[in-house]
């Protein structure tokens, strides 16, 4: 039988992991352009495309999208500022051809500042996700994306 401090010691561990996952992301649905805050989790809402600037990168800072709508006409665009460059990946399935795991991978060549999502070849269909962490020299990217047709790399 577990004693009062091994319950107590679980308890504490449990809450501090659940305030940790509570702060992290307060939700936005957003329909408009706009410029990110760290912290904060971003439902892309307009099939017509939507320019993110993304704020001065800092270690540690966290921000995050997911696309509510499909972009049917221009693009998503999410712009980091000069000298924050991209390091990380995107994996994007292939929804025309219907195939289980059929996820092509692509990442930043290096000098990357852009991702952009058009609703085709480089994703922007409901449910993709992109996480940015932000690091001394940049952001950290996570992209799960969808697209169709020849799919091509969502960063520039």
């Not at 991702?115 to 996700?129: F, M, Y």
Request: charged share 15%; hydrophobic share 45%.
């Amino acid at each position: 039988m577990a004693s009062i401090m091994q319950l107590t010691e679980v308890v504490c561990a449990n809450l501090q992991t659940a305030k940790r996952y509570d702060d992290f992301f307060d939700i936005v649905v957003v329909d408009a352009d706009f410029t990110a805050v760290a912290g904060k989790e971003y439902g892309l809402n307009k099939a017509a495309g939507i320019a993110v600037t993304l704020p001065a990168s800092t270690p540690g800072a966290r921000i995050s999208f997911f696309n509510v709508a499909d972009v049917t006409s221009n693009n998503h665009v999410i712009t980091a500022a000069t000298g924050d460059f991209l390091k990380g990946y995107a994996f994007t399935r292939d929804e025309a051809d219907g195939a289980a795991n059929d996820f092509t991978y692509f990442a930043p060549d290096g000098d990357d500042l852009v991702i952009t999502l058009n609703g085709s070849t480089t994703g922007g269909l409901i449910g993709d996700r992109i996480e940015l962490i932000g690091t001394p020299t940049g952001w950290n990217v996570r992209c799960i994306l969808s697209g169709a047709g020849t799919l091509a790399t969502p960063f520039s």
